[in-house]
């Protein structure tokens, strides 16, 4: 099984992580695309998080009726601080007939090599990196070239969840860009005020 995996604080779950799960799962022929929730991001640690298990209430209710995308709550019982590298060695153990494909942005991949272990997250899995506007890539980047990295080039995640969350709290309720059970989620626990 070939199993894509978009790892996010989904600090909240826009429209965009759906749209972008759903396109790669298809242009890679992915049978199953796990939307990772992670605990905090090594490199997010100002960020304002609502509490995980409400982050994951919010991903499951987002996957609803979307075939082939799964919520996952796998990090969240890992020690923290944790890395990538960590997690995708947990889950090829786990699931070793799984093929893992590392679904990115290119904001990830243009500071890929402060991960930690970078060239091992290679070996546990491939990297689909899809664009990001103003990502800071340079197009020279060796990682673009690394036989186990494939960009695709038709698909663009547009929106942001800073930009979600700012229009909430701004007293917009930023519906369009938030799948309607979310978006009733975040009204009735009153999230990001």
């Known amino acids: 099984m070939r199993v894509g995996l978009l790892f996010g604080t989904y600090n909240p779950v826009h429209l965009s992580h759906l749209l972008v799960a759903e396109r790669l799962q298809r242009h890679s022929q992915l049978n199953e695309v796990w939307l990772v929730l992670s605990p905090r991001s090594p490199f997010k640690q100002g960020e304002n998080l609502v509490s995980d298990a409400q982050r994951f209430e919010m991903l499951q209710l987002a996957v609803k009726g979307h075939q082939g995308l799964i919520a996952s709550d796998a990090e969240l019982a890992m020690p923290q601080p944790n890395y990538t590298v960590q997690t995708l060695e947990m889950l090829v153990a786990r699931y070793p007939k799984h093929e893992f494909v590392l679904l990115m942005g290119e904001d990830n991949l243009a500071g890929f090599s402060q991960w930690r272990e970078p060239e091992r997250i290679l070996e546990l899995a491939r990297l689909m990196v899809y664009p990001r506007p ?26 942001s969840s800073s930009s979600v969350r700012q229009a909430v709290g701004a007293g917009g309720e930023a519906l369009e860009d938030l799948p309607p059970d979310v978006a009733a989620y975040i009204r009735e626990h009153g999230l990001y005020r």
């Open 134 to 159: 103003e990502s800071g890539l340079d197009a020279n980047s060796p990682w673009l070239r690394h036989p186990r990295v494939v960009r695709v080039e038709d698909l663009q995640m547009t929106r």
